[in-house]
């Protein structure tokens, strides 16, 4: 037994240095229950001796107008006293007792009139009331209180001399008031405010240990988001490493593709390793342009330009390719404004994009068009190729997504580019967006803001 609750001890002091949240929000919760009790028990005794002091100053109020006509009644109307006494207890609930009592002797008093008809007659005195009665037949000015208990709580008991007619003390006026109400009122406020305190330290408990998993979150996006900058960090020093050799490799097949000594197959697979190593080239400068993106590092030199220009010079450069798989390449150029984008970015979208179309057509034809709408300049770059669903729409411009299906496969890339020219596009100031009907053809869609003239 011993060992488990050392082990457990141990486990304990482990998790609070690993969260030291949660020892803080311990802390924290003890310090506000404390607090509160302390306030709570502050408010009681304010609370009782606000109530003590008000059922004083009404007893002496009543005591103060008693007095004043009870000398004559006791000797002159007692029947009217009574009835004064009763009209004071029923409006005055926590007046328990109220007792005109007159002395007979030294040692023996009488009731002249009461709350309770029953209790007129002779009356034994309690030592406490003895004690009171011979304060005040002493100091008849004044009214003079003890706190007492009975079954249902605490009581004030208050006595208070009268003087007759020649202004000799002829009676003494007994007045009990209860405090249980008022006790039981604080008690529930109290009980209240404890229900109160446990419900808002739940609450507490629950957001401050939402805010350790926030922080432990937060801990682990900023882990995350250092393994992420380690990633393109790697990524782009392993690009750059890589580009050197490719194109060594590139240089070297293209040499050997132009020697006389070379035979026809030998030819070939120094072709294919050109290929091969122009694809892997281009991967590795994609890869290169991802990693700038993200670190914020992409420089762009935009300048006042034509686009009509750049559109051609793209056009004439895919037109090989296009003839290649027998299609159709039309530019139809309808605007020629001038953009203020940089001119080398805006070629390497144009090819992103328009090579795509060339890749996932195979027969009908790939169309440039460039219009003027909302102050915009739109260049529309259609096809009659596979098309898209509305699902392959939403994934397309993401890093490495690639159209899933039969026609696709054959196609091979990176599934960086559309990231990428979508990215340099908002660069500079502009959007690309997709219109696309599966087995009907794709719109791609460039808009780039006119110069103000």
């Known amino acids: 037994m011993p060992n488990i609750i050392s082990r457990s001890l141990r486990?304990?002091?482990?998790s609070i240095r690993e969260h030291p949240q949660f020892l803080y929000t311990f802390i924290v919760g003890v310090v506000i229950f404390f607090l509160f009790i302390f306030t709570a028990d502050r408010f009681a005794r304010i609370a009782l001796d606000a109530q003590e002091r008000l059922v004083n100053v009404r007893t002496g109020s009543i005591l103060d107008t008693f007095v004043v006509f009870g000398g004559h009644y006791i000797d002159n109307d007692n029947e009217a006293l009574e009835h004064a006494v009763l009209r004071i207890v029923a409006d005055n609930e926590t007046i328990k007792e109220l007792l005109v009592l007159k002395s007979e002797s030294d040692s023996q008093w009488s009731v002249s009139a009461a709350h309770d008809r029953g209790l007129i007659g002779m009356y034994s005195l309690r030592s406490d009331e003895e004690f009171l009665i011979r304060l005040a037949t002493s100091d008849p000015d004044n009214g003079f209180?003890?706190?007492?208990?009975?079954?249902?709580?605490?009581?004030?008991?208050?006595v208070r001399a009268i003087k007759g007619d020649t202004g000799d003390v002829v009676a003494v006026v007994l007045i009990s008031q209860t405090l249980s109400e008022a006790d039981r009122q604080v008690n529930e406020s109290i009980r209240n405010s404890f229900l109160i305190l446990i419900s808002i330290l739940l609450i507490l408990f629950l957001l401050f240990f939402r805010h350790a998993r926030i922080i432990d979150y937060t801990e682990l996006y900023r882990k995350l988001k250092a393994i992420d900058q380690m990633k393109d960090d790697f990524t782009s020093m392993v690009s750059h490493e890589l580009r050197?050799?490719?194109?060594?490799?590139?240089?070297?097949?293209?040499?050997?593709?132009?020697?006389?000594?070379?035979?026809?197959?030998?030819?070939?697979?120094?072709?294919?390793?050109?290929?091969?190593?122009?694809?892997?080239?281009?991967?590795?400068?994609?890869?290169?342009?991802?990693?700038?993106?993200?670190?914020?590092?992409?420089a762009l030199t935009p300048r006042n330009t034509h686009p009509n220009k750049i559109i051609?010079?793209?056009?004439?450069?895919?037109?090989?390719?296009?003839?290649?798989?027998?299609?159709?390449?039309?530019?139809?150029?309808?605007?020629?404004?001038?953009?203020?984008?940089?001119?080398?970015?805006?070629?390497?979208?144009?090819?992103?994009?328009?090579?795509?179309?060339?890749?996932?057509?195979?027969?009908?034809?790939?169309?440039?068009?460039?219009?003027?709408?909302?102050?915009?300049?739109?260049?529309?770059?259609?096809?009659?190729?596979?098309?898209?669903?509305?699902?392959?729409?939403?994934a397309l411009f993401k890093k490495f997504s690639r159209v899933n299906n039969a026609s696709a496969n054959t196609v091979k890339g990176s599934g960086l580019g559309l990231w990428i020219s979508t990215a340099l596009t908002r660069l500079m100031g502009g959007s690309l967006t997709v219109e696309s009907i599966k087995n009907v053809g794709s719109h791609f869609v460039l808009e780039f803001p006119l110069l103000e003239r």
């Open 11 to 14: 486990t304990g002091v482990k």
């Open 244 to 298: 050197t050799p490719l194109t060594a490799i590139r240089g070297y097949a293209d040499l050997l593709e132009g020697l006389d000594t070379l035979d026809k197959s030998a030819k070939e697979y120094a072709h294919r390793i050109a290929l091969s190593s122009e694809r892997l080239e281009k991967l590795v400068t994609d890869m290169l342009d991802v990693s700038r993106i993200q670190q914020g590092k992409l």
């Open 312 to 394: 051609k010079d793209v056009v004439d450069f895919l037109q090989p390719h296009a003839e290649k798989k027998g299609l159709s390449l039309v530019y139809e150029d309808k605007e020629s404004p001038t953009l203020f984008v940089d001119e080398d970015r805006l070629r390497q979208v144009l090819i992103n994009i328009i090579g795509n179309a060339i890749k996932y057509t195979e027969r009908g034809e790939v169309r440039i068009e460039t219009n003027i709408r909302r102050n915009k300049l739109e260049i529309r770059i259609s096809d009659t190729g596979t098309g898209l669903t509305a699902e392959e729409r939403k």
């Open 145 to 158: 209180t003890i706190e007492d208990t009975d079954n249902q709580g605490r009581l004030l008991r208050t």
